[in-house]
């Protein structure tokens, strides 16, 4: 468990870097949350379940960054100086502060960022300069990126489970294989954009341009496309199951080779779509 624990506390200061106090604080967070994992234990919690209640005792980072030393600044000079950091990192785990951690990326600058494979579930990004980032892999379930400058970024493999972008610049943005089940669009622009292989189980697109995004061979359940862009869209080869296309533009989109049931069938039919070499189950 100490080193799940390890890596915890490396992806949560990952953002910050190399700062020269990093060991110490590392250290001594370490020995927090071991303690709280152990009492937890000595309650009768499974180890999955004490991990889960260590975790989210863990207080707000960018609180415990205000009382660190950062590169302009000395280490610990004073043995008053440690003792009053000890008793921060303690109050961390024992009474956190606002619970997420993560709020502190709103409105930040992590341009070309690394955050591969880190745990940022809940993260708020809003209004953040993120083009480039590295988020492959992460954990970002119900996290925020409203209005954020995502071009360019990736997000491959990530968890987006309930995540939210609204007015989000996604032009370029590497979704392949990404988990998108219950994420909401709204408002964002796709040009460029890989969706290869993601699961868009009831996810939503809003007001959004889609053209010439590839859904290819992609299975699509309870997908919602509203008052969106599909022009030169593809859906070749895609399995379309009680997927919505309420209000949107259609009638360029290619659904050569689709499968899908009446409904959705019918909803495009309406629409004016090409339905030519199209199977109905």
């Known amino acids: 468990m100490e080193d799940k624990l390890k890596q ?3 992806s949560a200061f990952k953002p910050y870097g190399n700062f020269p106090a990093r060991k110490d604080v590392e250290q001594e967070l370490l020995a927090n949350l071991t303690e709280k994992y152990n009492d ?43 003792r009053s950091l000890r008793k921060i990192l303690k109050d961390s785990i024992m009474h956190p502060i606002r619970g997420n951690y993560q709020s502190r990326f709103l409105a930040t600058s992590l341009q070309d960022a690394d955050l591969a494979d880190t745990q940022l579930s809940g993260a708020d990004f809003s209004m953040s300069a993120l ?3 590295n988020f492959t892999g992460a954990d ?7 209005a954020a400058a995502l071009k360019g970024a990736s997000f491959a493999g990530a968890d987006l489970t309930e995540s939210h972008f609204h007015s989000s610049d996604v ?3 590497n979704f392949k294989d990404a988990n998108l089940t219950g994420a909401v669009f709204r408002m964002c622009a796709f040009k460029g954009a890989k969706l290869a292989g993601a699961t868009l189980d009831n996810t939503e697109f809003n007001q959004s341009d889609l053209g010439e ?13 509203n008052a969106s862009s599909l022009n030169k869209a593809t859906f070749k080869g895609a399995v379309l199951e009680n997927v919505s296309f309420h209000h949107s533009d259609v009638k360029k989109a290619n659904f050569n080779g689709a499968t899908m049931d009446r409904i ?9 779509a090409d339905l030519d070499n199209v199977t109905v189950k």
Do not use: W
């Open 140 to 146: 970002l379930r119900r996290a925020k990126f409203k």
């Open 213 to 225: 995004a590839a859904f290819d061979g992609m299975t699509l359940t309870n997908t919602v496309f």
């Open 171 to 173: 032009q370029n943005v």
């Open 40 to 82: 937890l234990k000595e309650q009768g919690k499974s180890d999955d379940k004490a991990y889960e209640l260590t975790i989210e005792s863990f207080g707000d980072v960018s609180e415990i960054m205000e009382h660190v030393a950062h590169d302009d600044q000395p280490r610990f000079q004073h043995e008053d100086d440690n």
């Open 131 to 133: 083009m480039d980032a």
């Open 264 to 272: 959705t069938y019918a909803l495009l039919q309406g629409s004016k």
């Open 8 to 10: 915890f506390l490396d």
